[in-house]
């Protein structure tokens, strides 16, 4: 016996994809054609949360081309870090990009590490800590959703 599916769950998945086929505007005007604006997405668990000074909190914007500051948080799962670490960990990255035309562009971290080779361990507030880092990228993306390049974000200090 085929079971229908609940309006609930149907709703929720209709609202997911379309949340994940469009981009917010930050543009002033009307909607652009995709290859005049550039589109930013956060593809990693965190949100974008300011651009240009303007305070977000989001995943996926359409901006037209241009040299962007970019601030976003991603979080990282304690166990990455360390297999008994019980809670999570949130950073923030404030980066300066530049968009182009048509580009869409995804934000991703991919390995997490131990800053040993640079810091080894700190004192902050009396207490020892391990720095750690992300490796994060900027994805532009072709016409068929494969990755063309792939460059390295490097987070302001």
């Not at 379309?18 to 990693?44: D, F, H, I, W």
């Not at 994805?139 to 460059?151: E, I, T, Y």
Request: hydrophobic share 35%; net charge neutral; charged share 25%.
């Amino acid at each position: 016996m085929v079971r229908p599916v609940s309006r609930t769950v149907g709703l929720m998945a209709l609202c997911a994809l379309t949340a994940c086929a469009s981009a917010n505007q930050l543009y002033p005007g009307a909607k652009r054609p995709p290859e005049q604006v550039a589109t930013l997405k956060m593809v990693t668990n965190g949100a974008i949360t300011n651009i240009n000074g303007r305070e977000l909190e989001g995943r996926h914007y359409a901006l037209l081309p241009g040299d962007y500051g970019i601030t976003f948080r991603y979080i990282v799962q304690a166990d990455e870090i360390h297999p008994s670490w019980p809670t999570r960990e949130t950073y923030t990255c404030l980066t300066r990009l530049q968009l182009e035309a048509g580009g869409e562009y995804e934000i991703e971290r991919m390995k997490f590490r131990t800053q040993f080779d640079r810091q080894s361990r700190r004192q902050i507030a009396g207490v020892n800590r391990v720095d750690f880092v992300a490796d994060l990228e900027l994805r532009r993306l072709d016409h068929d959703g494969k990755v063309a390049s792939v460059d390295t974000i490097v987070c302001e200090e």
